[in-house]
């Protein structure tokens, strides 16, 4: 998979435009970041990544594919997998097992080879054991490792993570977040994130920020979540450092440049000490 | 009108393996006026405890005070605790029905014995305080509008009977960073006019900035109690019980480490910011 | 959550869960008929050993298994009285007005309660040893015939196997929303109807919308996890009816043809 997303166009959502020609390429192998506020359109953007919205106009491939080819829509959903935001919404069965199957049985892999995919798709995400529970009783963060299970039985080179953490507590969201990390390490996976949490993003490859359906700016995480301005037209609050440091910065005190980390902010500081 | 938590135990009964939820033996008095912040691990007992606070759940054992009455008395008067207790659960978005937004917050004052005029007030200045206008939302169908505003408007169905006490459980679950600010910013007005708030998050920042009492629950027991400064401070036992550290407890915290000083008691960002000031402006080098 | 919704899968490797799915959906049918069709005290003694040998050998926790009864006592119990006063028997112990208390009426009330009784209880084995999947195929494979007159098989055991796997969800939504309804200031709590009533509209509208809101969030997850349809599809191994198989089967017809016989 080695070609780039990019594409512009146009989407009706019933009032307005919920995008608004919308450029965004993500590379094989790349954790990106998409961040912005509730209803900014991020959510209605990677849901056309596997043709779960079909394209208006505009041009987008993934994975290769021609995302408006409806001949190709059946392909994309294997190599693209996407986790949702509600854990609960998105278990077909009571058996986590069986769940993780799901997916597998849906493009006719042989009986044989199943249940091996599946205990290897659980180790990835570190829950060996949990075969024979139910969804139903596990943790959030649980929940969306079985989730993430599930897609990644299916062997995809990208994996949308839509809000994923959003609905979980500080435990669950680490969880998560400790999978992608390793995912992205150990199986290069292609990785499309969106949240408005922007601690999330410091991890990023590369950071798009969205406000309007349209793309505000794009970069690393450290030149889009360090510059306060343009994090404010996005409606999103910078990470602490970054504020401390602006803080800093107002009562006169500049340090030499602004940190991302807590580690860079005490480094920092102890260097104007 | 204070809250009081008596010796309650609750276990639920129903015998099945699956047993999540319980609390044991716990005492607990909230003053009036009170912020106090609930933090613990899902399944430690807090949705519990709210939900016996607002007389949703009979306690097995103990008992439960408001204003010095034991609300789960026999002939206690259950109207006055659905007047003084309001709870607001977690995505309250889903609890709305009527045709019309100002229907849906009218909803509590059904048996209020107010009469229209007073009804619409109430609802009036409800809807203002979550920041509508009310001429403009009061006719719309409460299913038409965005996530974030349905739940302004359930949340003004619960403020509309103007309860004493207000208890949140997550209510910033699921809303962007500037409406999670807006949200918190709404709830300490309250507090300010005299409301004793009570909600539980997992969220360790915003509960540094605005909570002024934290209590933290573990396996159905009361383990923490004090002022938010003081709970946040221990941030070794936080830390312990993975509920996560504030995270300008935790610059701090590096910094003394680093050699720079910082003092032991701060929590919120704007501490920090302050201290280190201090330190670079007034304090000099060491 | 509070406790474990009735009727949910529960884990377990007892005989009874490891009976084939089709062989347990038929015996269950069987058993069905053999509750409705006993009439004398010893018909009905044989199906209710029958019925508490079952749980017991599924080693089901009991509270769980058989919570949908205890939570309905008072629907039996009214059903009881209702049948006890209103039967229409020669000669009552007892009558008033237009109620006639007699032997007839309390056998007959016994006998109603004690059938439905049985019914859920049966239904709790058979849906705690299932997997919702097994279940489906299950259907699929018993269904089969209606293909030649064009029901999508496959489509309709999918919607009831995916149904099933989301009572538990509402169940519990159910009761946070009456939770949050009734600290608004709704009357679930009275014991007068029209107060109930009341209640009826602000707790089934918002179970609806949300209904509606989780099955269209899962039938997109679905999709996107490749969903079209249930034809084409890993298909279940086939795998032939073991001797306990055919055992609960020929068990199950046993009991039923011993009741049709001594009716």
């Known amino acids: 998979m080695g070609k780039n997303i990019s594409y512009s166009y146009m989407y009706d959502g019933g009032f307005a435009l919920a995008l608004d020609g919308v450029d965004i390429s993500v590379g094989e192998g790349e954790l990106v970041a998409v961040l912005g506020h509730n209803g900014c359109g991020k959510s209605t953007l990677v849901k056309h990544f596997n043709a779960l919205l079909q394209l208006q106009s505009g041009e987008l491939s993934v994975a290769g594919l021609n995302v408006a080819d409806q001949k190709n829509v059946w392909e994309l959903r294997r190599r693209c997998g996407m986790v949702f935001q509600n854990p609960d919404n998105q278990f077909v069965s009571s058996s986590v097992e069986e769940d993780i199957a799901f997916g597998l049985e849906n493009y006719e892999t042989p009986r044989g080879e199943i249940s091996g995919k599946v205990r290897k798709a659980l180790r990835l995400v570190g829950m060996e054991g949990f075969e024979k529970r139910s969804p139903h009783m596990l943790s959030g963060g649980q929940k969306q490792r079985v989730a993430l299970a599930g897609v990644l039985a299916m062997e995809p080179d990208i994996i949308i993570f839509d809000e994923a953490t959003a609905m979980l507590d500080p435990a669950g969201r680490g969880e998560i977040l400790s999978v992608i990390r390793r995912l992205r390490e150990q199986e290069r996976k292609t990785v499309v994130m969106i949240s408005h949490y922007v601690e999330e993003a410091v991890f990023a490859d590369r950071v798009y920020l969205i406000h309007d359906g349209r793309i505000l700016a794009s970069g690393t995480p450290r030149e889009m979540l360090t510059d306060e301005e343009l994090m404010k037209r996005t409606g999103l609050i910078p990470p602490v450092p970054v504020r401390v440091y602006y803080e800093l910065k107002a009562a006169g005190l500049e340090l030499q440049k602004c940190p991302l980390t807590n580690e860079e902010l005490v480094e920092e500081i102890c260097r104007l000490n | ?286 | 959550m509070s406790r474990l919704p009735t009727g949910q899968y529960i884990y377990g490797e007892s005989p009874i869960h490891l009976i084939d799915a089709r062989a347990k959906l038929l015996s269950f049918i069987l058993l069905i008929a053999a509750v409705v069709l006993a009439s004398s005290f010893a018909g009905y003694a044989a199906v209710f050993c029958f019925t508490a040998a079952l749980l017991w050998i599924s080693r089901l926790p009991l509270g769980t298994a058989l919570g949908a009864i205890r939570r309905l006592w008072l629907f039996f119990f009214v059903i009881f009285l209702m049948n006890a006063f209103f039967f229409e028997a020669e000669n009552p112990i007892f009558s008033w007005w237009i109620f006639r208390l007699s032997y007839g009426g309390i056998a007959q009330g016994a006998n109603v309660v004690l059938r439905v009784a049985l019914l859920m209880a049966l239904s709790s084995v058979l849906t705690c040893t299932t997997t919702p999947m097994d279940m489906t195929s299950a259907l699929q494979s018993l269904m089969k015939p209606l293909k030649i007159i064009r029901v999508p098989v496959e489509d309709v055991a999918m919607i009831i196997s995916v149904a099933i796997q989301f009572i538990p969800t509402l169940l519990e939504e159910t009761d946070m929303i009456k939770k949050a309804q009734t600290a608004r200031g709704a009357r679930f709590e009275s014991r007068s109807l029209r107060h109930k009533a009341e209640c009826v509209i602000p707790l089934v509208i918002p179970i609806f919308i949300s209904a509606f809101r989780r099955a269209d969030e899962l039938s997109t997850a679905m999709e996107a996890r490749g969903y079209r349809g249930a034809k084409n599809r890993t298909k279940r191994k086939k795998e032939p009816l073991k001797a306990r198989d055919l055992a609960a089967l020929f068990i199950s017809a046993a009991i039923c043809a011993v009741q049709f016989c001594f009716r």
């Open chain 2, 1 to 286: 009108m204070p809250v009081e938590l008596e010796n309650v135990s609750y276990t639920y009964a129903s015998g099945t393996p699956y047993e999540t939820e319980a609390l044991e033996n716990m005492s607990l008095k909230i003053k009036d006026g009170e912020f106090v912040g609930v933090m613990g691990h899902t399944g430690c007992g807090k949705s519990t405890m709210i939900q016996l606070i607002a007389g949703l759940l009979v306690p097995s054992e103990g008992k439960v005070l408001l204003d010095g009455n034991d609300i789960n008395a026999k002939g206690y008067d259950r109207s006055v605790l659905r007047r003084n207790v309001g709870i607001v659960f977690q995505y309250p978005e889903y609890q709305l029905f009527e045709t019309t937004v100002e229907k849906d917050v009218a909803f509590g004052l059904k048996h209020s014995g107010l009469d229209r005029g007073e009804v619409s007030e109430r609802v009036r200045w409800a809807l203002e305080i979550m920041g509508f206008s009310f001429d403009s939302i009061r006719n719309q169908s409460p299913l038409s509008l965005s996530g974030g505003e349905k739940r302004r408007v359930a949340i003004a169905g619960v403020l509309a009977v103007r309860p004493k006490i207000v208890i949140f459980d997550e209510p910033i679950a699921g809303l962007d960073p500037l409406g999670r600010e807006a949200f918190l910013k709404l709830i300490s007005d309250l507090n300010e006019d005299g409301t004793t708030i009570i909600t539980v998050s997992h969220n360790a920042d915003s509960m540094a900035e605005y909570a002024k009492r934290i209590i933290v629950l573990d396996s159905g027991r009361l383990i923490m109690d004090g002022k938010t400064r003081d709970v946040f401070s221990d941030v070794k036992r936080m830390e312990e019980l993975r509920l996560g550290v504030s995270q300008p407890r935790l610059i701090a915290d590096m910094l003394s480490k680093r050699g720079f000083e910082m003092p032991r008691d701060i929590v919120s960002c704007g501490e920090l910011v302050s201290a280190i000031k201090e330190r670079l402006i007034g304090g000099g080098c060491p």
